[in-house]
């Protein structure tokens, strides 16, 4: 949940993340809750958003590797990350760089 830290700098760009994991509902609100994470958190219980993006799923991993897309208003998927492990997730400056690159900041 390292996107919490710099969320403000994703909204200044007209960015929203939307985290999507195995967890139920119940699980996502109350850890939500507790961290007072400030961005949506959506179950995909049955896999179906995994399934979508080609997210693998590895048991000897821990279940569902991490994945990060950045996916415009047209709903064209502008990067894609898949990692390779449970540490393998681009560094929010690399996601800010990334997106500068792509759209300019919103003032």
């Given at each position: ?8 700098k ?5 960015v929203e993340?939307i985290a ?5 509902p119940?699980?996502f609100k ?7 994470i400030?961005?949506i ?7 179906q958003?995994?399934d979508?993006?080609y997210?693998?799923v590895?048991l000897f991993?821990f ?5 990060l897309f950045v ?5 064209i998927?502008?990067y894609a990350?898949?990692g ?5 997730i681009p560094t ?6 990334l997106?500068d690159g792509l759209?300019?900041?919103?003032d």
């Open positions: 949940m390292q996107l919490r830290q710099d969320y403000d994703f909204l200044q760009r007209g993340i999507i994991g195995p967890d139920g119940n699980a109350r850890y939500w809750q507790s961290e007072t400030p961005f958190g959506c179950p995909d219980i049955k896999n958003a995994a979508q993006y997210q693998e590895n991993k279940g569902r590797m991490p994945a996916i415009d208003r047209a709903g998927i502008r990350h898949y390779d492990s449970m540490a393998d929010n400056q690399e996601v800010l760089e997106l759209y300019k900041p919103v």
